[in-house]
């Protein structure tokens, strides 16, 4: 059994503060890793993907991955009230299965 | 260009009655997949296809849950004899090929409620 790992939370930073996520995963095979934002009542949405050891960095959002330690982070810099979401973190498996951990609830506080 | 769309949104039915929930996915995507998201819980891997085929179905809950994919595009689910446990958000989402870098794109969902 394939296993993503995140806390639950909620995690919560004031406006303008940095927001980091963690997610640790089970398989040395993973291939590839993707951030998710998912607002309560939605549908998850990609926001940030990575592949290789590292930072990657688009925007205020960065992901960090070290496989060696099998763990991927995502840092959301200057946060906002609007980010205040669940954050879903998926590992992709032998190319066509993706495994989602259960999601962190970030909340915002103005 | 258009997103995943799935229909209806929502779906309120009586238990013991069959239903069909529909997936339109990504022009072009050829890996369709769907999950179910009870009320606050993670996202649960239902069926994968490629094409029309379907590699992994390991994660159907039991035989009254099927589903196909016709012309390598739009899918339906069908869940047959509904029961009260069947109530959540069923998510189809598509990404452009079996490639370990192709990310998952996600519908709107369909929201079932059986009552």
């Known amino acids: 059994q394939k296993e993503v790992e995140q806390n639950s939370g909620p995690l919560s930073v004031p406006e303008g503060a940095i927001a980091s996520l963690n997610c640790t995963y089970s398989d040395r095979g993973s291939q590839s890793f993707f951030w998710y934002r998912q607002y309560s009542g939605k549908s998850p949405e990609l926001i940030m993907s990575?592949?290789?050891?590292g930072d990657k960095e688009d925007g205020r959002f960065t992901a960090q991955l070290n496989k060696a330690s099998q763990y991927v982070s995502l840092l959301i810099r200057d946060s906002q009230p609007s980010d205040s979401a669940t954050y879903l973190c998926a590992v992709n498996y032998n190319f066509n299965k993706f495994y989602f951990g259960s999601g962190t609830k970030l909340n915002v506080k103005p | 260009g258009a997103g995943v769309s799935q229909s209806p949104s929502n779906k309120v039915t009586e238990k013991g009655k069959d239903v069909e929930l529909r997936c339109d996915p990504i022009s072009g995507h050829t890996a369709l997949y769907w999950y179910r998201q009870s009320l606050g819980q993670g996202l649960e891997f239902l069926i994968y296809f490629q094409g029309n085929s379907a590699p992994d179905k390991s994660g159907l809950p039991s035989d009254r849950f099927s589903a196909e994919r016709t012309g390598g595009s739009v899918s339906t689910l069908t869940i047959q004899r509904t029961q009260q446990e069947d109530s959540a958000v069923y998510l189809c989402a598509s990404s452009l090929l079996a490639s370990s870098n192709s990310p998952l794109h996600f519908g709107n969902g369909t929201r079932l409620t059986v009552t």
């Open positions: 990575i592949y290789s050891n």
